[in-house]
């Protein structure tokens, strides 16, 4: 298959095209020529090509807001906001291992054994993770075994991709940028929290 039958199959199906998983196809979507073909055949079935807001990722959208647009913006939002609390525990659990105060970034790298070797050595960190385990319901195995669970949900959903698995190293994909932006946004929006009862019992607990 052609990379532009690649990559706008991939881009159909609702997938994202960025450097970390699809190189290849990241640079074919970054060439102003192929980004303009791989458009105006989307625009053909009611959709567009876009990329997120630092350029780490490409993905298909809607290109008129009507009914369908809405429904399926409705949905994708549905889904984070339905994991968001333990999404950004464990996004500010990061940061706080990294010493970086800025969102996690697409091609950061996650070293499991030392994030795991930080959080032992810091009550506060490990707190932290008990109370994002729970949050994921994570709750069965040891403390290790659970921050395996949820570094495999992240790369399960496409935000993290395994590149040593010897060393149990991890990067983040560019579609981290689309999640960054989606909670942004919904907090922006005051879309979460305020239903959030059962959060913020747990959390009291």
């Known amino acids: 298959m052609s990379t532009f039958g690649r990559v706008v199959t991939a881009l159909m199906q609702?997938?994202?095209?960025?450097?970390?998983?699809?190189?290849?196809?990241?640079?074919?979507?970054?060439?102003?020529?192929?980004?303009?073909?791989?458009d105006q055949y989307l625009r053909r079935i009611d959709l567009r090509l876009t990329t997120t807001r630092e350029g780490g990722a490409f993905f298909a959208a809607h290109a008129d807001i009507d009914v369908e647009g809405k429904k399926d913006a409705k949905k994708r939002f549905a889904e984070v906001k339905n994991v968001l609390r333990p999404m950004v525990s464990?996004?500010?659990?990061?940061?706080?291992?990294?010493?970086?105060?800025?969102?996690?970034?697409?091609?950061?790298?996650?070293?499991?054994?030392?994030?795991?070797?930080?959080?032992?050595?810091?009550p506060s960190l490990y707190l932290q993770l008990r109370q994002t385990t729970i949050d994921i319901n994570t709750k069965d195995g040891s403390d290790r075994e659970r921050l395996n669970k949820i570094v495999r949900r992240f790369q399960n959903d496409g935000y993290l991709l395994l590149?040593?698995?010897?060393?149990?190293?991890?990067?983040?994909?560019?579609?981290?940028?689309?999640?960054?932006?989606?909670?942004?946004?919904?907090?922006?929006?005051?879309?979460?929290?305020?239903?959030?009862?059962?959060?913020?019992?747990?959390?009291?607990?």
């Open 14 to 38: 609702g997938g994202f095209v960025c450097e970390i998983t699809d190189y290849d196809g990241h640079q074919f979507l970054a060439n102003p020529v192929h980004h303009n073909d791989v």
């Open 90 to 122: 464990f996004l500010e659990l990061v940061m706080r291992i990294s010493g970086d105060d800025d969102s996690v970034a697409a091609g950061q790298i996650l070293n499991l054994n030392q994030m795991m070797a930080r959080i032992s050595d810091n």
């Open 163 to 205: 590149v040593n698995q010897e060393s149990e190293i991890y990067m983040f994909t560019g579609r981290i940028e689309w999640l960054m932006e989606a909670i942004e946004y919904l907090m922006l929006h005051d879309e979460i929290s305020e239903e959030d009862n059962e959060y913020d019992k747990r959390a009291e607990s």
